[in-house]
């Protein structure tokens, strides 16, 4: 199992930059990804950022440029840094783990932060 507890949501303005901080309860190199989604009221959850335990990235095309992904392995920390944030970047920011096992692929999910951009 995994555990995760997000921080860094809150209010900004239009062009500002929020950091997400994602903590795991266990080591990351045995996740085999780790990835922030995003949630609007009405919407789908759809996928921001993610790392793999090998340290490759992916990102949302509405996001490329704009956000980066990292990680503190010795933390078992994930972070998300948003820049030239916009008012459609407004949505609860949740971070995933998923792990590969015998049985097949399984999704933790953190509470989700709330993060608000106004114009």
């Known amino acids: 199992q995994v555990q995760l507890v997000e921080s860094g949501g809150g209010l900004v303005q239009a062009g500002g930059s929020l950091r997400l901080s994602c903590a795991a309860s266990?080591?990351?190199?045995?996740?085999?990804?780790m990835g922030w989604y995003h949630q609007a009221p009405g919407k789908q959850r759809e996928l921001v950022a993610s790392i793999t335990s090998g340290g490759s990235r992916n990102y949302g095309d509405s996001v490329m440029g704009r956000f980066t992904i990292s990680r503190d392995v010795s933390k078992n920390m994930v972070y998300l840094q948003m820049n030239g944030l916009k008012p459609e970047d407004t949505a609860v920011y949740y971070c995933?783990?998923?792990?590969?096992?015998?049985?097949?692929?399984?999704?933790?999910w953190g509470q989700g932060t709330q993060v608000t951009v106004s114009p």
């Open positions: 266990r080591s990351l190199l045995s996740i085999n990804e």
């Open positions: 995933k783990a998923h792990l590969e096992t015998i049985v097949g692929g399984i999704n933790y």
